[in-house]
Each structure stands twice: as structure tokens, then as C-alpha cells.
């Protein structure tokens, strides 16, 4: 085994979209999918996955995926959030926001917790419980990758790297998981519903929505397109300028915050334009960028990097999991309301704890797709996701590996 086959950028994206459609014809055919709100992309793509660890298992081919394209479209998301953030919807999701700081910290803190007990118990220094905890899950793939190092040198652990990439595989894997099915739990079990229905959508369209509804046109596409490049552009610029003052974000943190800027500016200069914000086509766009994204994510994972940990991760993982299921339920879910938005968000939560951001979108876009909008969780979730949880996590991992 060891063999490489290099996927090059253009051909990772046909891929990626062919995987797209493929979970989306599943999905179709499968109700039980539709049921508890299972992402697509999702679907077709942890379908992908397991045929990369066929082809590995069997053939001793690894293929190596030219993720460039990816990224854009990650970027290309964000920009997108941001120009569907109204001041508005910013000023109202202030005490959502804030209880969603206080949230993921303590999220970050249990999952280390946990991380380290499980670690002690199979033979792991307890430092190495962060690789099992908060920087592999809610930190992900970067985030492991980038502590790796620190605990190796700390602990004279072998493999951190392997072990941290590991888990934020299998986390990202449940993470896309467990959404739906607790936001189906919350939602049908309480019988909620938007306050505000008829709003529209900000990312994807409403299942039942009729294709002459829409009101997609060149017009309106080309429109979009302008602001996104014109927010990513912008975004750029930003980015250049906070990395001058040694801050440290990724690309798409700055093009979030200019998304926001030009929406806004936009609205107050020229209210009467032909609208940007909260339209058909920047719905239909963010969910391709989305769900593209999320694709060609799970259909490059080395599965077979989980299995080499067995039962360590095995067990870790598992009190991970049901920890996320339990705090999103019984506590985030009653803070944040415990109405329709608050289990938008704890499907959004659910993905984000274990997985990353774009999961987390995915799994509250597959949710409102089928329930209805709620523009709010859309701002809130990213805003913690993008501003907060990097610095927050550096702060606890660094504590622990220096204990």
C-alpha cells in the first residue's frame, strides 16, 4: 500500500458535483434521509468516501484531492452570509449571540474534559486529550493539524498529527450526522414552527418551492455574482491589511465582515434597487457553494485513518457524541428559547461542536428547507463560529498542553 494518485483541481470539482447530484438522487429515493434532514452533500459524499477507503483497502490507492477549488467556494459562502446579514437581524441576534459565546466555551472546556479522562484511560498522556477533544472537533482539521506539533513536543507523543486528523475525520463524519435528527426530535416533538414564515430563505430554497416562485433570472444571478466578487475582493483587501497588524483569520472571516459591510451600505444608499440581499438566486447560490464545499469534503476523507486508533477513538468518540446530543437538547436548546430558532440552531450546534462550520450550515439549511426560515440562526452561528471559537480554543489548548 502507499501508492498516490493525485486528483488535480478541475477534476476534484467535477467530482465533487457529480457527488453532489448523486446524494441528492439518494436522498430523493431514500425517505428516511428526507425524514431526519441528512444533508445531500452529505449523503453523497460520505457514499464517496467509502469508495476512496475501498480503493485504498483493495488496490493500495490513495488518492490525494487538489482541494483549491473547494476553498474558493468556502469563501465564496461566506461572502454570501454576509450579504444576507441585515443591521437589523444583527441587533436582534445579539442575546442569541452572546448565550452562544458562553455556550461554546463551556462546550470547548467539556469536550477536553472528556478528551483528557479518555485519553488517561487508553495509555494516551492527558494532554494528548485535546487531539480527542476540543482541537480536533470544534476546532477541525486546521486547528488539529496546527497543535499537533505543541503536543507532540509537550507529551513526546508519535503520531499527533495522524491521531488529530483522525478524530476531526470521524468528527466531521458525525457531525453531519446528528443535526437533523435532533433538530426532527425538537421540531416535531414540540410541534414549532417559524415565527415569521413567509421570510425568505437565506440559504437554499424551501423543498416545496415551485419553480415559477422563484423568480431567478440572468438578471438576478449576474446581480449576485457582482456583489459576492465584490465582497470577496473587498475581503481580500481586509484580509491583507488584518494580517499587516499580526492578526491571524481565515480568508473568509474577512469576507463575511465585508459581505455585511456592502449589504448594509448598499440598503442605506440605494434602498430602492433591485434587490441582493435575501433573493432566490443568492439563496440557490450560497447552497451550491455550500453543499459543493461540503462534497468534496467528506469524499476526500482517509477513513482509513480512523480505524488505525480502534477502540480508543471508538469509545472517545462515542462519549463525545452523546455528550453534543445531550447538551444541545437539554441545555443550548432551553437558553436559546426553546422555539424554532433555537432548534435551527441546535442542529446547526450539533454539526459545529463535532464538525465545522460548514457542517453546521448544512444541517440548519437541510432543516429550514423542510420547516421553514430562520434568517437569525443563519448570523448568529457563523459570527460565533468565525470570531470566537479560534481565539477561545487557542486559550484552553494552550493552557492544557502547558499544565
Known sequence: MGDVIAIPGFLTATLGFAVYLIGAEINARVATLRQFNIPEPVTGGLLASLVVLMLYLVFGAELAFDLSARDFLLVLFFAGIGLNARLSDLIAGGKPLLILLVLTLLTILAQNVIGAVGA?????PA?????FGSAALIGGHGTAIAWSPEVAAA??????????????TLGLVLAALV???????????KNLSPNRPDEDHTV???????????????LSIMRV??????????????????????????LFVPCLIMGIVIANLRTLVAPHAQPV????????????????FLAMSLMSLQLWTIAELGLAIAVIMTLQTLFTIGFV????????????RAAVLAAGFGGFALGATPTAIANMTAVTKRYGPSPIAFIVLPLVSAFFVDIANAIVIQTIVNF
Request: negative net charge.
Open 120 to 124: 488517561s484511560v487508553f495509555g494516551y
Open 127 to 131: 494532554q494528548a486529550g485535546v487531539l
Open 155 to 168: 507529551t513526546g507523543l508519535d503520531g499527533a498529527t495522524e491521531l488529530g486528523v483522525a478524530v476531526a
Open 179 to 189: 443535526g437533523g435528527p435532533i433538530a426532527r426530535l425538537l421540531i416535531e416533538g
Open 204 to 218: 437554499g430554497l424551501p423543498d416545496d418551492a415551485a419553480a415559477g416562485q422563484a423568480q431567478i433570472d440572468h
Open 225 to 250: 455574482l457582482l456583489y459576492l466578487n465584490l465582497a470577496i475582493i473587498s475581503g481580500f483587501a481586509l484580509s491583507e491589511t488584518i494580517a499587516a497588524a499580526g492578526l491571524k483569520l481565515p
Open 277 to 292: 440581499s435575501r433573493t432566490p438566486s443568492l439563496a440557490l447560490i450560497s447552497e451550491f457553494a455550500l453543499g459543493a
Open 329 to 340: 437538547i437539554w441545555v443550548l436548546f432551553p437558553l436559546m428559547g426553546s422555539n424554532y
